[in-house]
C-alpha cells in the first residue's frame, strides 16, 4: 500500500511533528482556499491519486494559483485528471490546495531499506526539486545506519557534509530528520520519501525544512501499520475486487499472492511456489488470467476459500484450468488438491457445470492421494484432463496447457459441453 | 560495530567459509515451535534424514513432552533458557515461530547460548521492520542467519538438511550427492532444480533455499565466497528473482548457471517516488540477465536451440535448460556429468481421462509407468474400490446437504429440493446413497427390493411401533420403536453378499451391470456358502421362500435386468440350492451402487451398508400402518407380491399412510411434498440427531455403527415442534374451511369467494392482533405459513421454492383451493393493512395445502379425526425426511470423526 501526496501525509508528518506545508482537501470551502493564498502568496493544485502515482509534475498534472478564481479553474482541470505510469492508468479523485513556501533551497529525503548495505538507508541531497535520478552520484548521499540505534542527527550531518551541502542547512535538518525514522520503523513503512522538502526562512536567517510532498509505502506483512487507523479504502485503486478478496486471506498460513495477468485471458493457473509462478506466468503471457503464487503448505481451508474465489471470479472465461508447482517439499498435495477439487464441485454446483479442459503438474507429499482424489472429482464431473508426473518440465507442461486452450478456442469448448450435455 | 568473520567480508560478519560449513555432521540444533504445524511434519523427517541432530526443541506450555521419531525422541521445552540449564548444547537454532514472535525469538537465542553460531528463519511474511533488527542482532553478535521465508539448507554429502523441507518427505530421492551447488530465492524450485539436475546426471553438494524479502540475511555474496572455497563444489545454480542488488556485483571464480526470471513482473510494479531508481540501473529481471551476461562473457540467453554459454557460465530463463546448461558449460572444463541420468524431462502423462471426446494427437500424450514409488501407489489405486474419504470433524458441516442462505433452498448432493420434487420417494431414496439418481431398470429393482421387505406383519417391531402407538407417542417415536429393530445381526447377511460381491466383481471391467456379462470367472471363484442356501435348509422366516420366489417373479415381471441377481440365480441353480431374500436384496442394492461405487463418487462402506438402509425404509414406511392392517402376505389389502410385481415404493407410501393407491395427480402431488422436505441442511434439528447418533458410535470404525441407531437420532429430533407443525397450518385451513361445503378441493369450480373469506379473516385477524397488542400480549398468535425472514422487502414478496411448486401444478393443470386461498389471504391481510407489503407465501405452505387435499376427502366424510390428520402430517414429513437422514448418516459414517458432534465445554454456557 502506498500514500502519495499530503492529504494523508500530513496527518502522518503531524505524528511525529515534521512541519510540513499546510494542505486543505477537495472539501475546503471557497473561504478556506483564498485565506491559505493570503497566508501563502500561492498554492499548489495537486490532483489525489489513490495508491501512488510518479512523476505527476512532469505530466503536467500540477496546478498553482495566485487567487481563488485560478484554483478553482485549475481545481476543475484536475479534478479527473488521468494518469499513466508503467502502463498502468490511474485516475484522479480529488484535489488538494498545499500552500506554497518560499524557499531557496529544495532538499530530496529518502529512508528505505538497501539490498546493498543490508540496513535501512537515507538518500539526501540539497539538490532538490528535480528529477533526482538525473545527479551524478556525487551530488547524492546514500549513507546506512545501524536500525539498533535508529536515525541520528550525527548521520545526517555526516551525510550532508559528505556532499557539501550548504552550513546553514545542517543545523536545522539535523534537529528535524532523524524525528522521521520513528514514522519510517514505528508503524511499518519501507519507503518514506519527501520530495521536496524546501528550507523556510524566518527572515533572521534561521530555517526550518517543511515538507511540501509525501511518499511512502508500507509494509503489507507489519501489522504496525494499522495503528495508523488509515481509511480501507486508501488504496483500493491499486488492487482489482478479485485480488482484494485474496488478499483478505493472507492472514493465515500460506501464500495467496494474486495479480490479474488479462481480464480476458482463457487460461487460469492455480500456481504452488514462487519459482512455479514466475515461470508459468511469463510463459502463458496473455493466455493467462491471474499471475498466482499459492504455495506455503495452505490449509485446507485456506486453500478451499481461495479456489472458490478464483472460480467465481475466473472459471467461467477459462477454457484451460491449470494446476501447477514443483516437486513441494511441505505442501500437502493431498490437502491442496482435496480443497481445489472440493471448490470445483462446490462452484458446479452453486453456478452450473461448463466446459472445461483441466491440466495437472505436480510433485511433493501425498502427490498421489492427491491426484487420485482431484481424478475422482473430475471423473464425477466429466471433465477431461491430463496429470502430469512432476519429472515432466514444467514449461512443457505449460506448452501443454496452451495446446489444449487451442483446442477449446478453435471448437473444443463446443465438443466439451455437448459431450456433458450443456451450453458452450 | 561487529565481531571480524571471515576477512573477505571486513564491513560486516560472516562466519561462514566454506559450503561445506553450512551443514555438517556436527551441527547441533534446537528447534523453536517445534510442535507447530509445519515443523510437526518436516522436523522428524530433518531429524532422521540428519542421522539425529535436533537436540531439542520449545514449544510454551509443552515442556517434558517428546517429538517422537524413528531417530530418537526430541525432548520439548517451554523455552529456550530451560533447555540451556537442562545442560543441551547446540549452535543452531530454527525457527518456525509465527511471524510476530521472530523477532523476540531470534533475541531470546542470542541472549540465552552463547554458542550459537548460525539461525535459520523459515518463518514466512516477517515485517521489514522485525528483519532490520534480525539483521543488526546477527551482525552484532556474529551469528549467520538464513532466511528469513526460506526452506533453510541441506548438503546431500553429509546427509544432513537443517530448517525447512528441501526435498520434502524423501529427501533422499531429490538430494544426490554430485558435485552442483544450487543457491535458490525460491524453496520449492531448490528442490526441482535438485530433480531436473539429476535428469542429466549432476547430483548436488549444498542446496541453499535463500529466501527472498528484503533482507536476504544470507545471500548471493557470502554465498558466493564460500562456493568458492567448498571442494567438492564444482559449479552451481543460482536461481535468482527480480528484487534487490545482491548479485550485481558476484564475480564467480566456478562455473554457475544463472536462471533469471520474472521479465513480466516489471509490469506490476507500482513506482513509489525516486529512491528506487536512484539505488541503481533497475533492479528488474531484464537487468539481472544483463548482470549475469556480462560476467559469464556471453550476450545470449541459453535455450536449447541456441546453447549459448562460455566457460564461466550461461544464462538460462526456463528451469528446464538448467541440466542442458550445466553439461555444456561444464563439457567447456572437460567435466562429465556425476552419474547416469535419472530419467528425462519429457512429458509423462500419470493420470488422462479424455471422456470419450476425439482429441487431436498431441493432447493424448500415453500414460505412462510412473517412477518408483509413485508406480506402486499408483497401482494400489487400482486395488482400491470407491472413494475413501478424509475424516475430518463434521459437526455442523455434511458432504451430502447443503443450504443456501440465500435462496433457502437445500441440496441433496447438488441436487436442490426443487428438483429432488420431481422425482418419486424412490428415486430420492436412493439418491441419498448413492449420490445420483438410478435409471428405469434401476428404479424397477429399487422398487421390488423395498416392497418385498415392507409388510411388517409379525415382526416384533411392529408390534413395538403399535404398543408405542398405543401408549399416546408421537409418529416419530413409535416408528423409532420398530426401527430399534432392524440391528446389525438382521442385515449381517446381506451386508456380507453385498461386500462379496464388491470383492468378486470389483476387477471384472463390469461397467454396467444393467447389460448382459459373462460371470463365469466370478462363477468359479465364489464362496457359495455366501449367496447359496441349500435346499433342504430351514427357512429363515416362513415369509422368505415366498418373498424370494416373489422377489424373482417381479424382476421378470418388471423386465429387471441385474448381472447380480443373475449371478446369485446361476450360481444357485450350479449348486442346486436356492437365493436367499437377504441375498437378493444385496444383489439389488449393489446393482444400484454399482457405477457410482466404479466412478469413485461412493465408498465401498455405502454399499456394504445399503441393504441395511433399504430394510429400515421399507420397515418405517411398513410399520406406520398399524398390525390390524397387516397379515402374511398382504399390506393394507394389498398381496406382497402385487406389490413387488406393480407398486411403486411411493404408491405403498401413499397406501400405509392413507390407505388407498393414488391416482396420478395425487402421486404425483404426494411424490413433489416427499421431495420438497427431504433436508433443511445439516444444521436442521433433524440431521442433527442423526449425525450425533453416527457420531456416538465412532465412525472412525465404519463398520461398528449401527445405522438403525442413525435413524432412531432423526427420529428421535423430530417433534410436535419440528416435523410435527405443518399440521399447524391444516388445522389453520380447517378452521377456514370446515363449514365451507366444499365437495372437491381440487376442483376450481368449487364455487367459493376465496377472496371474501381472506378478507373477512384478515379483518378478524386484525382485530384480534390489536386487541392482543393493546393487552400487551406480544406473543399473539401469527397466521402459519405466511411471510418469511429472507423472502420480505419487496413490495410484492415470493418465495421462490413456493413459486416453483406453484409453477408445476399450473402445468399440469391442478388445481388446489387451499394453495390459492393463501395467495388470496397474502393480498387481504395488506389491503386490510394487517402487513405492510404482500407476504410471501412460504414453502410449508405448500405442504399444508397438499397434503390437506389429499386428505380433505375422508376428513369431509367423517372417515379420519383431527388427531389422525396431525397425525398423518408428521408422519408424511418422517417419511420426507428419512431421505435426508440416510444421506446425513451415511456421509457422517464416511466422513467423520469419532465423537465429533460434541462441543466443547468452553464454547457451553450455564443459566442460572
Known amino acids: 500500500m502506498n500514500i502519495t501526496g499530503l492529504r494523508h501525509g500530513a496527518k502522518l508528518l503531524d505524528l511525529v511533528g515534521f512541519p510540513r506545508s499546510e494542505v486543505l482537501g477537495p472539501e475546503a470551502s471557497d473561504q478556506e482556499i483564498k485565506s491559505l493564498i493570503d497566508r501563502c502568496g500561492s498554492v499548489f493544485i495537486k490532483p489525489i491519486f489513490k495508491g501512488g502515482v510518479g512523476k505527476k509534475g512532469k505530466s503536467g498534472l500540477l496546478g498553482r494559483a495566485s487567487d481563488l478564481a485560478a484554483a478553482m479553474k485549475e481545481k476543475e482541470r484536475l479534478y479527473f485528471a488521468e494518469h499513466f505510469h508503467n502502463n498502468t492508468m490511474a485516475k484522479a479523485e480529488g484535489v488538494t490546495f498545499e500552500g506554497a513556501v518560499p524557499a531557496e533551497f529544495e532538499i530530496y529525503f529518502s529512508l528505505t531499506d538497501s539490498t546493498e548495505f543490508r540496513a535501512p538507508t537515507i538518500t539526501i541531497t540539497h539538490h532538490g526539486g528535480m528529477d533526482i535520478e538525473e545527479l551524478p552520484p556525487t551530488m547524492i548521499a546514500r549513507i546506512p545506519f545501524d536500525p539498533l540505534t535508529g536515525l541520528k542527527g550525527f548521520v545526517i550531518s555526516n551525510a550532508l557534509k559528505s556532499i557539501n551541502a550548504p552550513a546553514e542547512l545542517i543545523s536545522p535538518l539535523v534537529q528535524h530528520l532523524p524525528k522521521l525514522w520513528d514514522l519510517f520503523h514505528q508503524y511499518g513503512m519501507t519507503t518514506l520519501e519527501l520530495n521536496p522538502i524546501r528550507m523556510k526562512s524566518d527572515g533572521k536567517g534561521r530555517l526550518t525544512p517543511v515538507a511540501c510532498d509525501f511518499k511512502c509505502s508500507f509494509d503489507g506483512d507489519d501489522p504496525n501499520v494499522d495503528r495508523l487507523g488509515l481509511p480501507d479504502d486508501l488504496d483500493t485503486s491499486s488492487y482489482s475486487n478479485f485480488e482484494q478478496e485474496v488478499n483478505s486471506l493472507r492472514t493465515y498460513q500460506g501464500q495467496s499472492d494474486v495479480f490479474v495477468i488479462n481480464e480476458t485471458g482463457t487460461i487460469t493457473a492455480m500456481t504452488f511456489g514462487g519459482g512455479a509462478n514466475a515461470l508459468v506466468t511469463e510463459l502463458l503471457g496473455d493466455a493467462a488470467t491471474i499471475s498466482s503464487d499459492f504455495g506455503g503448505n495452505p490449509p485446507y481451508a485456506k486453500m478451499h476459500d481461495i479456489s472458490r474465489i478464483v472460480y467465481k471470479y475466473w472459471l467461467n472465461q477459462s477454457n484451460v484450468l491449470f494446476i501447477i508447482g514443483g516437486k513441494a517439499n511441505n505442501t500437502d498435495i493431498f490437502e491442496t488438491f482435496r480443497a481445489m477439487a472440493d471448490a470445483l464441485r462446490d462452484h458446479f454446483n452453486a453456478y452450473g457445470a461448463q466446459p472445461l479442459y483441466v491440466v495437472v503438474g505436480r510433485g511433493g507429499p501425498n502427490l498421489i492421494r492427491g491426484m487420485s482424489y482431484m481424478k475422482d472429482t473430475l471423473d464425477a464431473l466429466g471433465l477431461p484432463y491430463q496429470m502430469f508426473g512432476f519429472d515432466s518440465a514444467m514449461s512443457e507442461v505449460v506448452n501443454y496447457a496452451q495446446a489444449a486452450d487451442d483446442w477449446m478456442k478453435n471448437g473444443g469448448r463446443e465438443i466439451v459441453a455437448k459431450r456433458m450435455g450443456i451450453q458452450a | ?912
Not at chain 2, 554458542?115 to 523459515?122: A, D, R, T
Not at chain 2, 539505488?279 to 544483463?290: P, R, T, V, Y
Not at chain 2, 430420492?428 to 424397477?444: M, T
Not at chain 2, 379473516?761 to 406480544?778: D, Q, R, T, V
Open chain 2, 1 to 912: 560495530m561487529h565481531p571480524q568473520g571471515v576477512a573477505a567480508f571486513p564491513h560486516y560478519f560472516v562466519g561462514v567459509n566454506s559450503l561445506a560449513e553450512l551443514a555438517t555432521k556436527e551441527d547441533r540444533v534446537c528447534v523453536l515451535n517445534i510442535t507447530g504445524g509445519e515443523s510437526r511434519t518436516v522436523t522428524p523427517v530433518s531429524h532422521i534424514y540428519s542421522g539425529g541432530n535436533i537436540v531439542c526443541g520449545t514449544s510454551p506450555g509443552r515442556s517434558g513432552s517428546m517429538v517422537k521419531t524413528s531417530a530418537g525422541d526430541i525432548p520439548v521445552f517451554d523455552n529456550m533458557a530451560e533447555a540451556v540449564n537442562a545442560g543441551l548444547k547446540f549452535n543452531v537454532v530454527v525457527v518456525y515461530l509465527p511471524p510476530s514472535g521472530v523477532r523476540d525469538g531470534v533475541i531470546e537465542a542470542v541472549r540465552v547460548n552463547p554458542n550459537l553460531k548460525k539461525i535459520v528463519i523459515l518463518t514466512e511474511k516477517v515485517p521489514v521492520r522485525d528483519a532490520r533488527i534480525i539483521r543488526a542482532v546477527g551482525q552484532m553478535h556474529g551469528i549467520d542467519i538464513l532466511g528469513p521465508n526460506c526452506l533453510g539448507v541441506a548438503d546431500a554429502h553429509n546427509h544432513v538438511r537443517i530448517g525447512g523441507a528441501l526435498g520434502g518427505s524423501a529427501p533422499e530421492e531429490s538430494l544426490i550427492p554430485g558435485s552442483v551447488a544450487i543457491y535458490s530465492n525460491s524453496g520449492n524450485f531448490t528442490t526441482t532444480i535438485a530433480v531436473y539436475l539429476a535428469t542429466a546426471g549432476w547430483g548436488t553438494t549444498v542446496s541453499l533455499s535463500s529466501g527472498k524479502d528484503v533482507y536476504i540475511q544470507y545471500a548471493a555474496p557470502e554465498w558466493t565466497h564460500a562456493f568458492h572455497n567448498d571442494d567438492r563444489s564444482k559449479a552451481a545454480v543460482m536461481y535468482i528473482e527480480p528484487g534487490g542488488y545482491y548479485e550485481r556485483e558476484l564475480k564467480f571464480e566456478k562455473p554457475v548457471i544463472a536462471c533469471v526470471v520474472g521479465r513480466w513482473k516489471a509490469k506490476l510494479t507500482k513506482a513509489c517516488g525516486h529512491a528506487g531508481a536512484i539505488a541503481g540501473s533497475g533492479d528488474n529481471a531484464l537487468a539481472k540477465e544483463e548482470w549475469f551476461m556480462e560476467k559469464f562473457g556471453v550476450d545470449a540467453l541459453f535455450t536449447p536451440d541456441n546453447p549459448v554459454c562460455s566457460g564461466k557460465g550461461a544464462v538460462v530463463t526456463n528451469i528446464s535448460h538448467i541440466p542442458l546448461a550445466m553439461t555444456a558449460v561444464m563439457a567447456k572444463h572437460g567435466a562429465k556429468p556425476d552419474f547416469a541420468p535419472v530419467g528425462d524431462l519429457s512429458l509423462k502423462c500419470w493420470f488422462s481421462n479424455t471422456q470419450g471426446l476425439d482429441l487431436p494427437a498431441h493432447l493424448t500424450p500415453p500414460v505412462v509407468q510412473a517412477l518408483a514409488p509413485y508406480d506402486d501407489q499408483i497401482a494400489a489405486l487400482g486395488e482400491q474400490v470407491g472413494v475413501v474419504f478424509p475424516r475430518q470433524t463434521m459437526k455442523d458441516a455434511s458432504g451430502a446437504s447443503m443450504m443456501d442462505s440465500k435462496t433457502q433452498v437445500t441440496r441433496i448432493h447438488g441436487v436442490s429440493v426443487l428438483d429432488s420434487s420431481t422425482h418419486t420417494f424412490e428415486e430420492n431414496l436412493v439418491q441419498s446413497l448413492i449420490r445420483e439418481y438410478p435409471d428405469a431398470n434401476g428404479s424397477a429393482l429399487a422398487n421390488i427390493a423395498l416392497n418385498a421387505f415392507v409388510n411388517q406383519a409379525g415382526k416384533v417391531g411392529l408390534a413395538a411401533a403399535d404398543a408405542a402407538r398405543g401408549a399416546g407417542n408421537s409418529p416419530n417415536t413409535s416408528l423409532a420403536a420398530a426401527v430399534a429393530m432392524i440391528g446389525p445381526k438382521d442385515v449381517a447377511k446381506s451386508r456380507d453378499v453385498a461386500t462379496a460381491l464388491v470383492a468378486l466383481f470389483k476387477k471384472s471391467g463390469l461397467a454396467d451391470p444393467g447389460q448382459a456379462f459373462d460371470f463365469s470367472a466370478q462363477l468359479a471363484a465364489a464362496d457359495p456358502a455366501m449367496f447359496v442356501t441349500p435346499m433342504n435348509a430351514r427357512k429363515c422366516c416362513e415369509l422368505s421362500a415366498s418373498r424370494c420366489d416373489a422377489m424373482i417373479e417381479a424382476v421378470g415381471a418388471r423386465s429387471a435386468k441385474s448381472v447380480f441377481i443373475d449371478f446369485v440365480q446361476a450360481l444357485a441353480a450350479k449348486q442346486g440350492g436356492r437365493v436367499n431374500c437377504a441375498v437378493l436384496l444385496a444383489a439389488i442394492t449393489t446393482h444400484l451402487a454399482w457405477k457410482p461405487l466404479m466412478r469413485k463418487r461412493i465408498s465401498a462402506m455405502t454399499v456394504t451398508n445399503l441393504p441395511w438402509h433399504f430394510r429400515i425404509f421399507s420397515t418405517l414406511i411398513g410399520s406406520a400402518a398399524s398390525s390390524a392392517q397387516q397379515v402374511t402376505d398382504r399390506f393394507c389389502g394389498v398381496e406382497n407380491a402385487e406389490l413387488m410385481r406393480g407398486w411403486s415404493f411411493t404408491e405403498t407410501a401413499h397406501l400405509a399412510l392413507l390407505g388407498n393407491r393414488p391416482d396420478a395427480e395425487a402421486l404425483y402431488a404426494f411424490s413433489v411434498l416427499l421431495g420438497l422436505i427431504i433436508s433443511n441442511g445439516p444444521g436442521t434439528i433433524s440431521a442433527q440427531g442423526a449425525k450425533g447418533a453416527v457420531s456416538a458410535d465412532g465412525p472412525e470404525s465404519p463398520e461398528r455403527v449401527q445405522v438403525n441407531k442413525g435413524y432412531i437420532g432423526f427420529l428421535t429430533h423430530t417433534g410436535y415442534a419440528h416435523g410435527g407443525n405443518g399440521f399447524e397450518a391444516i388445522a389453520f385451513l380447517l378452521d377456514r374451511f370446515r363449514s365451507s361445503g366444499l365437495k372437491d378441493p381440487g376442483s376450481a369450480g368449487h364455487g367459493l369467494d376465496l377472496a371474501a373469506m381472506a378478507t373477512g379473516y384478515a379483518k378478524e385477524y386484525k382485530g384480534y392482533k390489536s386487541k392482543a397488542k393493546a393487552e400487551g400480549n406480544i406473543s399473539y398468535d401469527k397466521i402459519p405459513c405466511v411471510n418469511h425472514p429472507v423472502f420480505k422487502d419487496k413490495d410484492v414478496n415470493y418465495d421462490p421454492r413456493e413459486v416453483f411448486v406453484n409453477e408445476l401444478f399450473k402445468k399440469r393443470g391442478a388445481y388446489n383451493v387451499f394453495h390459492e386461498f393463501y395467495h388470496q389471504l397474502v393480498l387481504a391481510l395488506h389491503k386490510t393493512g394487517v402487513s405492510k407489503n404482500v407476504y410471501c407465501v412460504n414453502v410449508d405452505a405448500v405442504i399444508a395445502v397438499i397434503l390437506l387435499k389429499m386428505l380433505w376427502q375422508p376428513y369431509a366424510d367423517g372417515k379420519i379425526s383431527d388427531e389422525t390428520m396431525e397425525a398423518a402430517a408428521f408422519t408424511t414429513f418422517l417419511f420426507g425426511r428419512m431421505i435426508g437422514s440416510a444421506a446425513e448418516i451415511d456421509d457422517h459414517t464416511n466422513r467423520g470423526r469419532n465423537m465429533d458432534t460434541r462441543t466443547a465445554a468452553s464454547a457451553c454456557s450455564y443459566v442460572s
